[in-house]
Each structure stands twice: as C-alpha cells, then as structure tokens.
T-cell receptor, first 112, second 112 residues
C-alpha cells in the first residue's frame, strides 16, 4: 500500500519556466513533509520541508504547497535551470514513529 | 566537516552469502535509517534506529538485520543474500524527528 504517491514518473520543462512536481498521500495523520533531490550515483539531498500547520513554505526558487483537505503536496521551481534536472522525491513523516515514507520519485528534465 | 559515509560503494556477492554494509556518521545523530532504492518503488525503509541498542523494522525488513552498538554506526546485514536484494542501499541520519535527514552516497549491491 503506497501511502505517498508521485503519479508522474517524468516531467520535461523549458529552462526559465516553472516546474511543478506533485505528490499525493493517503494517511491524514502525516504531519511533516519533505522534498529531496537526487542526482545519479549520489545520495538524496534535502531541498525543503513543510509542517502540516502551514500551507506554504518558500526557499529561494523553491516553494512547497500543502493542501491538507486534498492530501496533496506540490513543489514549484521558478525559474527552472538545467542544473535542476534530477529525480525528486517527496516524503512524509508518520506521527509517533516519525518514520519518513518516500514516494516513487519524479524525474525532472530541464531543457536548455 | 561532519558527514555520513557508506562502504563499500559497490559490492558483488553470491546468493546465500552473508553481507554487511557499513554506515558511519559523525554528526552524533541519534536517528539513523536504511533505505533501498528500486525502479518503480522509490526509497523504501528497511530498518531504523533512534538510539544505541534501539532497532526497528521498516516496510521491507525481511532478510535484513541491523544492530546499534554506538551512536555513529548502523551496519546493515543481509543474512543470506538473494537476487531480490540486488539494489542501491542508502543510509541516512537526522538529529531529531521532523528535521532534515542526511543521506550517504549509497552502496550498489549486486547478488548473483
């Protein structure tokens, strides 16, 4: 049972445009969410997080939006750059155990 | 600088052999995790630990074990390697719940 889902395996965007990566979850008890970026042959690196008490968090070109009623999380990258080409994972934290459950990832390709 | 390191980076082993993957972090983090990454499955949690002598099973723990004898290390052991355990393995650590987790570079394990 996949509790965190990224339904788009891949996404291509032109350089300078907005990239929107989506994530859906099924467990309404999740209270903390994260986005990670992963380049080939490297470990995932943390991008941005959001607590369930907020609906938006910004860090430079990256903004995460949380819609609790829809159980939906999105990451916006503006403007997109070729160096943003990577696999992006969303993750959610389970209250109590505080395990991070990851989605299946979305491969973003930013075209120059 | 503090870091998290995994060894070996690449390993080929035969079916039925016992294999141990090492994970060492110098942040003095209490929380440590092991994930495996497979195409179509994203990052799946194998085992995790919240402190010395504490270990817990994750989503895909069958065939794996961990032990935590000190704060810095969480070795992952495959008791009897199977071809289904061919994967890329990532270790991660974090200071406390609902904070970013830092990942190692990964170990690519091939079971033949």
């Amino acid at each position: 049972d996949q509790q965190v889902k990224q339904n788009s395996p891949s996404l291509s965007v032109q350089e300078g445009r907005i990239s929107i990566l989506n994530c859906d979850y099924t467990n309404s008890m999740f209270d903390y969410f994260l986005w990670y970026k992963k380049y080939p042959a490297e470990g995932p690196t943390f991008l941005i997080s959001i607590s369930s008490i907020k609906d938006k968090n910004e860090d430079g070109r990256f903004t995460v939006f949380l819609n609790k009623s829809a159980k939906h999380l999105s990451l916006h990258i503006v403007p997109s750059q070729p160096g943003d080409s990577a696999v992006y994972f969303c993750a959610a934290s389970t209250p109590g155990t505080y395990k991070y459950i990851f989605g299946t990832g979305t491969r973003l390709k930013v075209l120059a | 600088d503090a870091e998290i390191t995994q060894s070996p980076r690449h390993k080929i082993t035969e079916t039925g052999r016992q294999v141990t993957l090492a994970c060492h972090q110098t942040w003095n983090h209490n929380n440590m995790f092991w994930y495996r990454q497979d195409l179509g499955h994203g990052l799946r949690l194998i085992h995790y630990s919240y402190g010395v002598h504490d270990t817990n099973k994750g989503e895909v723990s069958d065939g794996y074990s961990v032990s935590r004898s000190n704060t810095e290390d969480l070795p992952l052991t495959l008791e009897s390697a199977a071809s289904s355990q061919t994967s890329v393995y990532f270790c991660a650590s974090r200071r406390e719940p609902n904070t970013e987790a830092f990942f190692g570079q990964g170990t690519r394990l091939t079971v033949v």
